[in-house]
């Protein structure tokens, strides 16, 4: 049992301690919907969605390699870029303006709290991690072809 005057230290993190989140690396990102529920079934939202993490991408000067918004998740291969923002600034913007579309249809909150991240190693690393994201439609069986999904596609190239 903790005292008051104990410190509590979380032990399984999910960042690493010391590492420099806002240096010039690339990350796969995921990123959950609350309860793991099919918002993004819903085609209008999906482009919202998109829409807003377009737009935070050219206000925070970040670079967004690839993306695909599932139904009840998100993936993207993020990068600093010109920008100063932290991985967690730019996550949390775009959970923020994202969450903020979601309210024309809903209440409430659209994502669950905090996102996984994957630093990418290599060129290799980088090449897998999209062809994972741009597939992932095709693996759900949502779509024949990753072009078929219209949720998902690369922007900045490397």
């Not at 996550?91 to 209440?107: A, E, L, N, P």
Request: proline share 3%; glycine share 6%; hydrophobic share 35%.
């Amino acid at each position: 049992m903790l005292m008051e005057t104990d410190n509590y230290v979380r032990k399984n993190t999910l960042r690493l301690k010391g590492f420099d989140y806002s240096s010039k690396r690339i990350y796969f990102v995921t990123t959950v919907a609350k309860d793991r529920l099919n918002f993004f079934l819903n085609h209008q939202l999906s482009y919202a969605v998109l829409d807003s993490l377009f737009e935070l991408r050219i206000q925070y000067q970040f670079n967004l390699y690839c993306y695909c918004l599932m139904p009840n998740h998100f993936h993207g291969l993020i990068g600093a870029g010109a920008s100063e923002k932290t991985l967690g600034d730019i996550v949390g913007g775009f959970k923020s303006c994202s969450t903020k579309v979601f309210w024309r249809w809903h209440g409430g909150k659209l994502w669950q709290p905090r996102f996984n991240d994957h630093i990418i190693r290599n060129e290799q690393d980088f090449q897998e991690t999209m062809n994972y994201i741009l597939q992932n439609p095709v693996r759900k069986g949502l779509a024949e072809r990753p072009e078929d999904w219209p949720f998902s596609g690369t922007l900045d190239a490397l």
